[in-house]
Nanobody, 117 residues
Framework: QVQLVESGGGLVQPGGSLRLSCAASNIVFNINTMAWHRRVPGKERGLVAAIGSGGTTRYADSVKGRFTISRDNAKEMVYLQMNNLKPEDTAVYYC???????????WGQGTQVTVSS
């Protein structure tokens, strides 16, 4: 069974940093585009950042210059380094593995990030 497990969320003050991690298991990691999404209560889940198997990245405009997505194919991990956090970054963050061959996606359970003083 494909599984994604996120970690690293928590409470941080504005201007602070957090690093989210996502551990994948039972997938062919290097044929998956990995991504982070987030959802604020009352709103739809939206893409934060994505990274292809070759390292190509893309970001939501709201996080460009502050967040960095990376992946370690050998460890089957994906990370989201979040710097200069703002209250509007408060959300549940989800890891996604998108199989580029089958078109299927697998989601993690989510991790809460709260930015507040």
């Amino acid at each position: 069974q494909v599984q994604l497990v996120e970690s690293g969320g928590g409470l941080v003050q504005p201007g602070g940093s957090l690093r989210l991690s996502c551990a994948a298991s039972n997938i062919v990691f290097n044929i998956n585009t990995m991504a982070w999404h987030r959802r604020v209560p009352g709103k739809e889940r939206g893409l934060v950042a994505a990274i292809g198997s070759g390292g190509t990245t893309r970001y939501a405009d709201s996080v460009k210059g502050r967040f960095t997505i990376s992946r370690d194919n050998a460890k089957e991990m994906v990370y989201l380094q979040m710097n200069n956090l703002k209250p509007e970054d408060t959300a549940v963050y989800y890891c996604e593995a998108h199989n580029v061959l089958s078109g299927q996606s697998t989601w993690g359970q989510g991790t809460q990030v709260t930015v507040s003083s």
